[in-house]
């Protein structure tokens, strides 16, 4: 222990994760010289390279690939042990927690979270973070980073988890789209017109595509966003339609000249969001609270989000409904 700074822990960390000194100083809020020191001690200490140069780029070391998995969990439990405290009082506190979720989720979320904090913990922050950019499951092992994480279930999550709310997916198209016209809908109908559909990364299908896979139907796709967020905005004045769920919709809808259209029952797509923890986590007072208060924001979604359905509805592939 002598032999190191564990103050180098953070910017090594950092380090290994951008594999950039002028990135690694920007999200330090250090000098790029004092980034580049602390990278030079770190060289000295392991008598390893760490970064090499690739082209344009920098590479970790195989030695420094090794590194990450230990960095990351050495500072995860020196910041647990630092944080330990014979309880946790939210009206005093000024601690700031982080939550991963999609764009979908926190925008749902962050509303009634906020007026639980106005009300019981003024001092406090509950800052949002996207999901990786790798996809869903990107982002699951990194408990180092964060203090919770808000996905939806089946997706193998790790950790420990409690269901927060449940979901399902409806179509939204512009008031003015011509599908309107027709007094009934199927499935088979919805390929004859352009979709704008939402990516989780590389391999992950969301409930709406498994929907058309199980059908054995195929949108045709005309326009790929991140996430679900900006798919109403994006079909509005446009031929597009998208599906969402039906609580992002209706949140989108108050501003947006779309309509709602609905599946009918045993066709539509249903989505269950749960929050994941590291077990460590289960029993300290701080991260209970932190779950409580998600969980209270979330038991308020259906009151907040209604949807008002087009008179339209989507029946199933026979015309049952």
Sequence with gaps: MKNLDLNLLPPLQVLLELKNISRAAERLQLSQPATSAAMARLRRHFDDELLVRNGRTYDLTPFAQSLVPLVDEALLHI?????????????????EFIIAASDYAAALIVGPLRGILRDEAPGVSVDFMPTSKSGIQGQLADYSKIDLLVGPTGYHMQGASRQLFRDSFVMVADAGSPLLQQPRLTPADLITVPHAVGYFGEGVSTPADKLFESLGLQRRVAAVVAGFLSLPLLVEGTDLVALVPRMLAARAG????????????????????????????????ASVWLRSVVQRSCSRLQELFPVEAHAVVIESATGQQ
């Design 79 to 95: 910041r647990r042990a630092t944080r330990v405290r014979s309880g946790f009082d939210p009206g005093t506190s000024e601690r």
């Design 254 to 285: 108050r501003g947006a000249n779309i309509v709602v259209l609905e599946f009918a029952e045993g066709t539509e797509a249903s989505l269950v969001e749960a929050m994941y923890w590291h077990p460590s986590q289960t029993e300290d007072p």
